[in-house]
């Protein structure tokens, strides 16, 4: 089945620049999604098909998908970005059909 | 703008099912696919299945399948996620979610039904 694999963990400081990577094979080639969940809340969408951000998310998300990475990168970082972050594929050969990535937990510092 | 409500926790014992509902307010209901995901304690999260009321067709992930039923009532605009034989790993917080179209988001997610399965 497809993996989508991240880094356990991201600290970073507050105002500096977080980048999460989310790598699978060719996930260059599908739409990712990128989800945040904060402790004890259901996830939230903050970026759709690689790079769009929906009503309501800050400018400062952003996203990138290209060859075996996808990029979710959260500038001037605020305290309440912390929180635990999934990448998401649809891979419709798969026996999972939506496979979510291993998750990040940032760290604000 | 679609809302989803899940039902309240639940305690089972092994070997016992489950049934957690989903209610959607709007008037979308049939218009998309609602899916199942679940996230065990401190881990991460996994699709379960989901279903497209309007054609009534549900799919499963392969892992579950025999073991998880997911059904809807147009009428009242609920969906179900039936999970039976339990076992202590499927003690886990069970979200449902809209899913517009196959390679769209899930969004927006219900709030969550912890789901403890013990002795």
């Known amino acids: 089945s497809y993996v989508l694999t991240q880094p356990p963990s991201v600290s970073v400081a507050p105002g500096k620049t977080a980048s999460i990577t989310c790598g699978g094979n060719n996930i260059g080639t599908k739409s990712v999604h990128w989800f945040q969940q904060r402790p004890g809340q259901a996830p939230v969408l903050v970026i759709s098909?690689?790079?769009d951000r929906p009503s309501g998310i800050p400018e400062r998300f952003s996203g990138s998908n290209s060859g075996n990475t996808a990029t979710l990168t959260i500038s001037r970082v605020e305290a309440g970005d912390e929180a635990d972050y999934y990448c998401q594929v649809w891979e419709s050969s798969s026996d999972l059909l939506y496979v979510f990535g291993t998750g990040t937990r940032v760290t604000v510092l | 703008q679609v809302q989803l409500v899940q039902s309240g926790a639940e305690v089972k014992k092994p070997g016992s099912s489950v049934k957690v509902s989903c209610k959607a307010s709007?008037?979308?209901?049939?218009?998309?696919?609602i899916s199942w995901v679940r996230q065990a304690p401190g881990q991460g999260l996994e699709w379960m299945g989901g279903?497209?009321?309007?054609?009534?067709?549900?799919h499963y992930a392969q892992k579950l399948q025999g073991r998880v039923t997911i059904t809807a009532d147009k009428s009242t605009k609920m969906a179900y996620m039936e999970l039976s034989s339990l076992r202590s790993e499927d003690t886990a917080v069970y979200y449902c979610?809209?899913?517009?179209?196959?390679?769209?988001?899930?969004?927006?997610w219900g709030q969550g039904t912890l789901v403890t399965v013990s002795s």
């Open positions: 098909y690689d790079s």
């Open positions: 979610a809209i899913l517009a179209s196959g390679s769209a988001p899930f969004d927006p």
């Open positions: 709007g008037d979308t209901f049939n218009s998309y696919a």
């Open positions: 279903i497209i009321p309007f054609f009534d067709t549900a």
